[in-house]
């Protein structure tokens, strides 16, 4: 089984940028409190924060089917 955990995906691209939480809260339109509990996992996110973040860092979510194996199948 793949598992993806945007959180971390998400401070890794906000290291690589040299960006801060706050930075991503006003760039995504997102309170900064939630946008900060959202980054360190104490929030779930929805496809709606998901979006907002991905435009703001441009990042490109791409989802696959896996076969049996648990390998992904693409």
Known sequence: MIT???GAIVNKTLQ???LKIADLA???G???PYCADL???RRRWNE??????CTALG??????PIDKTGTEDH
């Open 48 to 53: 709606d924060t998901i979006t907002k973040v």
């Open 16 to 18: 690589q940028k040299n």
């Open 59 to 64: 990042l490109k979510i791409d989802i696959y």
């Open 30 to 32: 997102i309170s900064y």
């Open 39 to 41: 980054v360190n996992g």
């Open 4 to 6: 993806m955990d945007f």
């Open 26 to 28: 006003r760039m995504s």
